[in-house]
């Protein structure tokens, strides 16, 4: 039984119903962890036909319990009663997917973007405290308070779990664009274990789908749409028969996804039709020239990031746009462009460095800067490749 996956798939979902009854995130929180709990212990090997629903049932049952031993004013007692009460229909509003719904319920305007963002991607992207620090190259502590400032906060606030209207859309839609980029991002590349988690990339894509489907003229997410699409199409590719990470020039380009390129290219089209161009239009565009025929043309690439590190002028784009400076100008000229970056504990900025070092022939500073990748690195699948590109180098 993959209780882990139905925990992932089903912790969200049960956390927001449970708030909405309860009003507080913090005990629905509780209750629904007490609920899985039990669940390891009377699943055995067969879980329920509707695992949610099981969950929901015990976690309000266990409310129930709680609220009538602690019940001594008159609030907990309607409390209780209302849990009591037949399930009224949930508020919809204008956003029918449930998930997408509920991401945008919690991007409430009235938290930071960072606390948004933390809070939605542990209640609902079912991402760890770990991974969601690794996403903001932030260390775990910052994560972990920002999520428990963010829960104090709704609650000493008495900030409402209310549906969002279709006027307040657009004010929560750039943490829910983010939130979507991350839980994609961190199935393309998992935090820990192996180097895909494939069904955190759907449910990313599949999202993604239902709000280009819910705001078709907002660019940023016919962008998004369109970057998730030509990155997943290149999944297939990316993990060798052994399970070897396999880089961008090493892939057999018959296994990409021609349908989804084809897809994401038409949007990309569609975005420069617009021409308001964003980051993850600029993104999207940049993979729209890696899936274009049979080689890329890294001139157009350095282009565009040079576009994007205008837009956001942050180290990961400057380290990634000088990929594109050593295809056009070479390794030295890449590698002068990262010296000053400041990324700590970020394994792909010595990784880089290491491979711009190796192909200006200095080996023993490569193999050093791969030694500093190695020990940063927290997925196997990446560790072990960088293990390989360190062992060509004959130290």
Known sequence: MDLDGIYRAEYGRCVATLTRLLGDIG?????????FAVAVQKWDERPPPNPGAWIVTTARNRAIDRLRRESTREARHAQALLLRQVDEPQEVGPVRDDQLRMIFTCCHPALSPPAQTALTLRLLGGLEVAEIARAYLVPEATVFQRIVRAKKKIRDAGIPYRVPGAAELPDRLAPVLAVLYLVFNEGYTSTTGWLLRTDLCLEAVHLARELAELMPHEPEVIGLLAL???????????VGPSGELVVLAEQDRSLWNRELIAEGHELVRRCLRRNQPGPYQLQAAINAVHTDGQATDWAQVLALYDQLLRQSPTPIVALNRAVAVAEVHGPAQALAAIEDLDLPGYHLLPATRADLLARLGRTAEAVAAYDEAITLATNDTERTFLQTRRARQGA
Not at 228 to 238: D, G, K, N, Q, V
């Open 27 to 35: 005990l629905a929180e509780e209750f629904v962890q007490d609920a």
């Open 228 to 238: 998730l699409l030509l990155t997943e199409a290149r999944r297939p590719a990316r």
